[in-house]
């Protein structure tokens, strides 16, 4: 069984550009949540998507938007980026009768 | 607001002695809790969770976790600590719908050989 998977590990963007992350839900998992995890900080909560749909959202600016695909592989799309984005951002998967979500090893983004 | 509080930002145990991590929420039901580990640079393992029945909950690695409604806690314990458990520990409340996590600011938690 193949877990939670975001490419790419890390990478650093300038402020005001777009980046891109993505995620590979675990087998059997059609539910991805998407997590900012400032340095210091526990995870927040940015959106989570089902069958392709937004299924909730916190407390994000729109710059923060995401996809998710047919095959529940998922992307995070931010835009005019800032400073402040930099961060370890999870991705999640869990399928809906389970709450547990299982983690993927992250994507560290600095902002410069 | 529902919220996760883990009021120990760090803690320093020797190897070998038990550990305590605490954990409140805040939430108006019954909550779906968590506990998760995030060892350096890497994504969060499951330790344990509880969703209803048995207040006292096994997870892996020798953890245990307590849910004490009266309380508002969710306390993480394991009696004999080894230093390959220095890690940050986060505590965790689902919310019905949505499942979305809200997450306490961890406890790092650092082991003396």
């Known amino acids: 069984e193949t877990g939670v998977t975001q490419s790419p590990t890390h990478l650093i963007k300038t402020r005001g550009q777009q980046v891109t992350l993505r995620c590979s839900s675990q087998?059997?998992?059609?539910?991805v949540s998407w997590y900012q995890q400032a340095l210091g900080q526990g995870p927040q909560f940015i959106f989570q998507?089902?069958?392709?749909?937004?299924?909730g959202r916190g407390n994000f600016p729109p710059r923060f938007s995401g996809l998710q695909f047919p095959n529940y592989s998922s992307e995070l799309n931010v835009n005019a980026l800032e400073l402040d984005d930099s961060a370890l951002y999870l991705c999640a998967s869990s399928s809906p009768e389970q709450v547990t979500q299982y983690f993927g090893p992250g994507t560290r983004l600095t902002v410069l | 607001a529902q919220s996760v509080t883990q009021p120990d930002i760090h803690i320093t145990v020797s190897e070998g002695a038990s550990l305590e991590l605490r954990c409140n929420y805040s939430?108006?039901?019954?909550?779906?809790l968590f506990w998760y580990v995030q060892s350096p640079g890497q994504g969060l393992q499951l330790l344990l969770k509880?969703?209803?029945?048995?207040?006292l909950v096994q997870g892996i690695k020798g953890f245990e976790a307590e849910f004490k409604r009266s309380q508002s806690s969710f306390n993480l314990r394991k009696p004999s600590v080894h230093w390959s458990d220095a890690a940050e520990y986060f505590c965790?409340?689902?919310?019905?719908?949505?499942?979305?996590?809200?997450f306490g600011t961890g406890t790092r938690l650092k082991v003396l050989a």
């Open positions: 939430y108006g039901a019954t909550p779906y």
């Open positions: 509880y969703f209803s029945g048995d207040t």
């Open positions: 965790a409340v689902a919310l019905s719908g949505t499942y979305k996590y809200i």
């Open positions: 998507y089902y069958r392709e749909e937004e299924n």
């Open positions: 087998s059997g998992h059609n539910t």
